[in-house]
Every structure is written in structure tokens, then in C-alpha cells.
């Protein structure tokens, strides 16, 4: 009961999360057109990175704050790919894209749990299920269905973007990095892994952005600008920032990281309905694609609970006798990892 709890939990924290996510891209369009995405993200971070080490002290006190015990550096390292790669390629590569920018931006975020699995299985040696394999590739192929209305000759259409594009990707897969990154801080929990990364991950997004702005890369923003798109700051500080990632970092402790990055598949989903919300009806195909990466957020959740069941169940039968003493046979069983 405790575990079906825990799925419950933490199926719900990461469909929070990613509802939160999805409808950050159609912002940022209108974001990107007064400030870039370098200064935006640091004006984001600093909030969020704030309210994260206020809920930490509230959480856990002083000792919440402390580092020892775990490498601050490779900490960093994660922070830097979640806060500085992640967000500053994401939106750098929809803002070169342009109008169709958050969709594309969106639909690479469904190439997440392929790439989780991956790094999963390079960085900590777990072999991906075969089953969630095939859940993955369905929730995927919803997912193109949904942002090509069916025709898939059109994400071919505009060979411009398959630059910005390979940023999306790289993007994404910085995301899934800083998401796998929690399994190397055993001691820390989610509320410290999400604040310490931050901090550490703004301090080097606040770097990178100071050299592009002193170098000219980018205008310096105006305080007009600054003070055009403070709606879309509160609601990415506050809403996809601090209460999206807090609750993706607790939902993946819940669900593990294999299980909890298959609900990206959401980001593009939940973009596509606020297009319709906005007077974009649907087409068949789309609530089809919908259907299919619903489908098999439900299945491959279900599959690996009773993977897990049967993992629990199978150690605990009864040792055979050997044939010729009759006793019990006390070699170790032999695991799948």
C-alpha cells in the first residue's frame, strides 16, 4: 500500500511539474521578444534559487545548508547543466526559431525519456527495461502526431531550423543529466539536491550571461523591458520554476528516474491545449497522438510497478533442498542487475 502511495505521489508531482513546463514555452514567446532568454534565466534563478534556500532553512535548519558529505563540485556540474544548459539552450534555440519556436521546442522535450534511459544506462550501469523501451517509443510517436497534425512530412519542411533544433536537443539532454544527477546524493533530499544545484547552477548561468553581455553578444535589457514581461517572470520564478522543479525532484524520488522523465511527454502535450484554448481546433490525428502519450504514461507506469512487485516477491520464496542432503540450498540468488 505504501508503495502504490508512493507511485501516486509521484505520478501526480511530476504531472504537476510538466503541466507547469508545458505552458512556459508559448510565454517565452512573447518573453523572448523583449529580453534574452541569458538575462531572463538569471532573473528567473535568482527568484526561484532564493525562495529554494528559504524552504530548505524552513525544512531541514541549518544543517540543510551544509555541503559536507557530497561533492560540491560534481553538484555544480549538475546545477550547471539543469540552470545554465538546459535553460539557457532551450530558449536560446526556440528564440532562433522564431514563431513556430515553442512548438518545436516543446516536441524535443519528448525525446527526454529515450535520453534518460541512455544516461541512466551509461552513468549508473541500469539496463532499460524492454517493456518501458516500448512504452517510450508509443508515447513518442503520440507525441509527433500531436505537433505534425498527422503529417509528418511537415517536420521536415524547414531544414533552417535543424541548427536550432540540435540545441534543442543538446538542451534536453542536459535536463535529463541534472534529473539523473540526484542518484549520486543519497544523503540530500530533494528540497536540498533542487536548492544547492540552483544556487550553484545560477552562479554559473550569472557567468556565462555577464561575458555575453559585456562582450555584445546580447543588448543590455532596458528597465522598460524588465518591467514589460514581469508577469511572465513571476509565473516562470514562481510557478515552473520553484513549485515545477521542486515537485519534479520530489516526483522522481518517488518514482525513480526512469519512470518519472516518461512524463515529459506532457511539456509538448500541454502546450498543444493551450493552443486550442486559444481558438486552434484540434484535428483528428492530434487527439489520437494525445490518446497514444496518455496511453503509455499509464501502461509504463503499471509495468514497472509490477516489475517491482515481482522483483520483491520472487527473493522471498522458499530456498529447493538439495537432492542429496535434503537441506536447505544457501547459495545467493543471482539478480537481474
Known amino acids: 500500500m505504501a508503495d502504490q502511495k508512493n507511485y501516486a505521489r509521484g505520478a501526480m508531482l511530476c504531472l504537476l511539474a510538466t503541466v507547469s513546463w508545458g505552458a512556459m514555452f508559448p510565454l517565452m514567446d512573447v518573453t523572448l521578444r523583449h529580453i534574452d532568454?541569458?538575462?531572463?534565466?538569471?532573473?528567473?534563478?535568482?527568484?526561484?534559487?532564493?525562495?529554494?534556500?528559504?524552504?530548505l532553512r524552513l525544512r531541514e535548519g541549518?544543517?540543510?545548508?551544509?555541503?559536507?558529505?557530497?561533492?560540491?563540485?560534481?553538484a555544480w556540474l549538475f546545477g550547471t547543466a539543469g540552470f545554465a544548459g538546459f535553460q539557457f539552450l532551450v530558449f536560446f534555440g526556440q528564440e532562433l526559431i522564431g514563431e513556430r519556436g515553442a512548438l518545436n521546442a516543446s516536441i524535443m522535450m519528448a525525446t527526454m525519456p529515450m535520453m534518460g534511459f541512455l544516461?541512466?544506462?551509461?552513468?549508473?550501469?541500469?539496463?532499460?527495461?524492454?517493456?518501458?523501451?516500448?512504452?517510450?517509443?508509443?508515447?513518442?510517436?503520440?507525441?509527433?502526431?500531436?505537433?505534425?497534425e498527422g503529417d509528418l512530412g511537415s517536420l521536415f519542411a524547414h531544414p533552417e531550423d535543424f541548427g536550432p533544433d540540435a540545441l534543442l536537443l543538446f538542451a534536453a539532454l542536459c535536463w535529463v543529466i541534472y534529473t539523473s544527477g540526484a542518484?549520486?546524493?543519497?544523503?540530500?533530499?530533494?528540497?536540498?539536491?533542487?536548492?544547492?544545484?540552483?544556487?550553484?547552477?545560477?552562479?554559473?548561468?550569472?557567468a556565462i550571461t555577464a561575458v555575453i553581455l559585456a562582450t555584445g553578444g546580447v543588448s543590455v535589457p532596458t528597465a522598460h523591458a524588465m518591467g514589460t514581461i514581469l508577469p511572465e517572470l513571476a509565473y516562470m520564478s514562481v510557478v515552473a520554476g520553484f513549485v515545477g522543479v521542486l515537485s519534479w525532484n520530489f516526483g522522481n524520488k518517488y518514482l525513480g528516474p526512469l519512470n518519472g522523465v516518461l512524463f515529459m511527454d506532457v511539456v509538448p502535450i500541454t502546450a498543444f491545449v493551450i493552443s486550442a484554448l486559444s481558438g486552434v481546433i484540434p484535428a483528428g490525428m492530434q487527439i489520437v497522438g494525445a490518446s497514444l502519450t496518455a496511453l503509455a504514461l499509464i501502461f509504463n507506469n503499471l509495468y514497472l510497478r509490477l516489475a517491482g512487485r515481482n522483483a520483491v516477491v520472487q527473493?522471498?520464496?522458499?530456498?529447493?533442498?538439495?537432492?542429496?542432503?535434503?537441506?536447505?540450498?544457501?547459495?545467493?540468488?543471482?539478480?537481474?542487475?
Open 62 to 74: 541549518t544543517t540543510g545548508l551544509h555541503l559536507t558529505g557530497e561533492s560540491v563540485g560534481l
Open 119 to 148: 544516461v541512466n544506462w551509461v552513468l549508473r550501469k541500469v539496463v532499460p527495461p524492454k517493456g518501458s523501451l516500448a512504452f517510450i517509443a508509443l508515447s513518442f510517436v503520440g507525441t509527433i502526431l500531436v505537433v505534425s
Open 37 to 55: 532568454p541569458f538575462t531572463f534565466t538569471c532573473m528567473r534563478y535568482a527568484i526561484a534559487g532564493a525562495m529554494f534556500l528559504v524552504f
Open 315 to 337: 527473493p522471498a520464496a522458499r530456498p529447493a533442498a538439495t537432492p542429496d542432503t535434503g537441506e536447505e540450498n544457501s547459495a545467493p540468488m543471482a539478480t537481474g542487475r
Open 183 to 206: 542518484a549520486f546524493f543519497p544523503t540530500w533530499s530533494p528540497i536540498k539536491y533542487t536548492a544547492i544545484t540552483t544556487v550553484l547552477g545560477l552562479a554559473s548561468a550569472t
